[in-house]
Each structure stands twice: as C-alpha cells, then as structure tokens.
C-alpha cells in the first residue's frame, strides 16, 4: 500500500511539474500587458480575455499562413518518411541480399552524426539545385528514410512470427502484399509511435527552415513565433498566446493516439 502511494504521489509531482509551465502559458496569454505588468506573474487573470488569440487569428499578425504551411510540410514529410521507413525496414528484416547487415550497422552509424554538422553542406547542395527558399527546399532532406525510425521497425518486424510470413507466401503472396496484408496490421502501434514521434520533431523543427528559407513566403510556425518574440520582446502576453496555439495540435494528437501509444510501450518492452 505504501509503496502504491509512493508511486502516485511521485507521479502526481511529475505531472504538475510538466504541466505547470503550459498552463502559466495559457493563464498568462489570457491577460492583457497591463495586468501582466501590474500583476503577479502566477495571479489569475481578471478578467480573462481573447485579445491575443484575436490578434493572432484575425489580426494583423496572423499565424495562420505559418500554420497552413507546418500542416503541409509536417504531412509531405511524414508521408515520405514512414513509408520509406517501412519498406527499408522490412528489406532489413526480411529479405536476404549481400552485404544487408553491413549497409544496416553503416546506415544505422549515420545517428551519431550531429545535425548541425551536415546542415551546411545540405544547403549547399539544396542551393545549387535551385531549392532554397522553397517548400520542397524545406521537406526534401527528411521525406526518406529516418535512421532511429528503420531501425525501430526493423526489430518490431524481426520480432513478428515467421509462421505467419511464411503461411502467405504459400498462399502466393509477394513481399508487398506480405507487407500490406500482414506486416502493416499487426505493427499499427508502433507505427503510431513513429507518427507521433515523426509529427512532434518536424512540427518543433526551427533550424533548418529558418536557414532555407528568407522572408515570410514559407516561413513555418516555428520561426514565426520565434519572429513574434523577437519583434515584440516586452509585449509577452502575445507570445505565449502564439505558444499555446503552437503546441494545442500536438496535444490533440497524443489524445487521438495515446492508446496505440501506450499498446506499443507495452508491446516493446514484453519483447
């Protein structure tokens, strides 16, 4: 009993210490910069107001056409990357071809490269081919395959039974539909794992879209809140309005996928 009330006690401090910065966020962009100058930073505001968000919405410094290119870029590279991932994922687990072990431990040496070491030599290459300061300039370099992401699949594929890989290519099924049939279906958590993982790292990616891109033709909702901050230093209640609003689609997409979230912790961790 005791050891229980331990456990949710310290679960309970964790939680209020993840949550207490977001919600100072919420509270704070719900004032106005008066009652935020003259008030205590943890007081309540009175009375609440939608300022902010209007001002970000409809106003003159709208975060919609930032927003409207993340969704895009966010759902180009996803598409691209899950599915290389898949299939480079399943040819690592399933199919036999010379040097297959070798190219994996390579590829799978490429994590222990920094980003911030290629990101010059990226934008070179990206500019002589005439794609900076464009969409595909900013999807392009991370629509393949990730390496944390094949490898991931890798051992949930290896991990899957043989029996019944084996039980379709008796019945005359190919690689592809092995793998659209069999494969795919019984990996659904961990492919809703690599999706939230996948969404939440490109919907926070700032480096590299502020370097391949200039001026606000695609300026994505990272750089344009960090835009916000820098052009309205003293006026915070409008900065954490453009933070909230930033991060409420990712929190409405750990509501949509956190059973498959939580399957797939599961899952893993009894293999």
Known sequence: MRRAVF?????????????APYLMSVQTSLKTPRQFAQRPPLAPPSPATGANYAELLVGGHSLI??????????????????????LAAYAFARLDFPGRDAIFRVYLATLMVPPVAVLVPRFVLL??????DTFWGIVLPSMFGSPYAIFLLRQFFRAL?????????????????????????LSRPILATLLIITV?????????????????????????????QSQYNG??????????????????????????????????GMR
């Open 7 to 19: 456990t949710y006690l310290a679960l309970g401090v964790a939680a209020v210490l993840i949550l």
């Open 65 to 86: 056409p930032p927003l409207v290119i993340t969704v895009q870029v966010v759902l180009v590279v996803v598409i691209g990357q899950l599915t290389s991932s898949v």
């Open 127 to 132: 500019g002589a081919a005439g794609l900076a």
């Open 161 to 185: 039974p043989r029996e019944l890989l084996d039980a379709a290519r008796l019945d005359g099924a190919g690689h592809l539909r092995v793998l659209r049939h069999v494969v795919l279906p």
């Open 200 to 228: 939440v790292t490109h919907w926070n990616d700032f480096l590299w879209p502020l370097v391949v891109t200039s001026g606000v033709r695609w300026q994505v909702l990272t750089v344009a809140v960090a835009a916000l």
């Open 235 to 268: 006026d915070w209640t409008l900065v954490m309005a453009a933070t909230t609003l930033a991060t409420l689609p990712l929190l409405v997409l750990f509501v949509i996928f956190q059973k498959h979230l939580v399957r797939s912790i599961t899952v893993t």
